[in-house]
T-cell receptor, first 111, second 113 residues
């Protein structure tokens, strides 16, 4: 089974600061997704990364994928309170029949 | 904007009872999934469905679970005899193609008492 690990699990940061969330996975895959989940809510798609070196940016969030290192990063620039949520990465299996979620990173942005 | 819809939003059931969770995927999507999330924990894969059959299922998806796409629009998850440990948020998701993101429904919170 493909294993997906995120770190940190919990992140508390001040508004205006930058930080990076890491997502490591155990077997080869070139399809990786980032989702955001607010408490008690569903999973909102943030980014789709489909190839080695892919980089996507939306607002204060930027995601990248290094398939050789089996690593994706989600970089937060100048955090604001509205970014407080849990962030999950999810990696497609080679068959494409399922995607495996990481452990999640609970982000709290403090004013 | 098209979305995945799930009903009910919350279901309370007694242990041993059967439940059916309903989902309407986005209309032109071809791949369908059920995931669950026990409160505060990671999102776990249950089953995927394509071309009217199960593509893959996890160890969680035992004989007590089944899925159906009865009418070309609904996608249901049935749990035949619920256990306390089945209490979780159940998410339905659909994808248009293999290289696209999955869109998730709002979830059904299942509470087994």
């Amino acid at each position: 089974e493909l294993k997906v690990e995120q770190n940190p699990l919990f992140l508390s940061m001040q508004e205006g600061k930058n930080y990076t969330i890491y997502c490591n996975y155990s077997t080869t895959s070139d399809r990786l997704y980032w989702y955001r989940q607010d408490p008690g809510k569903s999973l909102e798609s943030l980014f789709v990364l489909l190839s080695n070196g892919a980089v996507k940016q939306e607002g204060r969030l930027m995601a990248s994928l290094d398939t050789k290192a089996r690593l994706s990063t989600l970089h937060i620039t100048a955090a604001v309170h509205d970014l407080s949520a849990t962030y999950f990465c999810a990696v497609d299996s080679n068959t494409g029949n399922q995607f495996y979620f990481g452990t999640g990173t609970s982000l709290t942005v403090i004013p | 904007e098209p979305e995945v819809t799930q009903t009910p939003s919350h279901q309370v059931t007694q242990m041993g009872q059967e439940v059916i969770l309903r989902c309407v995927p986005i209309s032109n999507h071809l791949y369908f999934y059920w995931y669950r999330q026990i409160l505060g924990q990671k999102v776990e894969f249950l089953v995927s469905f394509y071309n009217n059959e199960i593509s893959e299922k996890s160890e969680i998806f035992d004989d007590q679970f089944s899925v159906e796409r009865p009418d070309g629009s609904n996608f249901t998850l049935k749990i035949r005899s619920t256990k306390l440990e089945d209490s979780a948020m159940y998410f339905c998701a659909s994808k248009k193609g293999l290289n696209t993101e999955a869109f998730f429904g709002q979830g059904t919170r299942l509470t087994v008492v």
